[in-house]
Structure formats: structure tokens, C-alpha cells
């Protein structure tokens, strides 16, 4: 059964940093475009970052330059570097490849305080 497990939010203050991961239990996790996403009450998911299986990335316009997608196929894991937090990166963060899996994880909360 596929699983997902997003770990290391918290609260933090504007400026500051964050360090998030997600580990993921399929064996082929190495070709997966993984991307992480976040949801604030009320509103869609939306993509933050995501990165190819050959290390390739894209940001959304919000996070550029200051958050930092990585990944380590031998771990079957994805992180997300976040530096110069705001307020409104307070969220639930989420890993996924939705093309491929078709569960979610229970994300992990990430708030800013001003």
C-alpha cells in the first residue's frame, strides 16, 4: 500500500527557516516527478515546487529563489529547503506525484508567525 509521510513543520518566525521531508513507500519512486504542494483552509491545493526524475525543478513565482526542492532516490525521499519565511507560507504541506499516486498524505504544518 502506497504511503507518503511529510515530517518537519512547525511554527517558525518570518525570516526564518524550515527543512521539510517526505518519504515515500513505492519501488519506483526514482521515475516519479514529485512535487510538494500546500493548502490553506478554504482554498485548492497549490503546486510550490516540483522536481523530475533526471533533478530537473520549477517554483511557483511565490517560493522562487527561496524555497529549494531536493530529492535522494536511494531513500525514497523528497525535501523541501524553506528559507525567508513569510506569513503567507503558513500551510499544510504535501508530497505527491498525483499522475502516478493516487493516495495523499496527511501533510505537515507549516506556520509563519509575523
Known amino acids: 500500500q502506497v504511503q507518503l509521510v511529510e515530517s518537519g513543520g512547525g511554527l517558525v518566525q518570518a525570516g526564518g527557516s524550515l527543512r521539510l521531508s517526505c518519504a515515500v513507500s513505492?519501488?519506483?519512486?526514482?521515475?516519479?516527478?514529485m512535487g510538494w504542494y500546500r493548502q490553506t483552509p478554504g482554498n485548492q491545493r497549490e503546486l510550490v515546487a516540483r522536481?523530475?526524475?533526471?533533478?530537473?525543478?520549477n517554483y511557483a513565482d511565490s517560493v522562487k529563489g527561496r524555497f529549494t526542492i531536493s530529492r535522494e532516490n536511494d531513500k525514497n525521499t523528497v525535501y523541501l529547503q524553506m528559507s525567508s519565511l513569510k506569513p503567507e507560507d503558513t500551510a499544510v504541506y504535501y508530497c505527491n506525484d498525483p499522475n502516478r499516486l493516487k493516495v495523499w498524505g496527511k501533510g505537515t504544518l507549516v506556520i509563519v508567525s509575523s
Open positions: 513505492v519501488n519506483f519512486f526514482s521515475v516519479l516527478t
Open positions: 522536481i523530475t526524475s533526471d533533478g530537473s525543478t
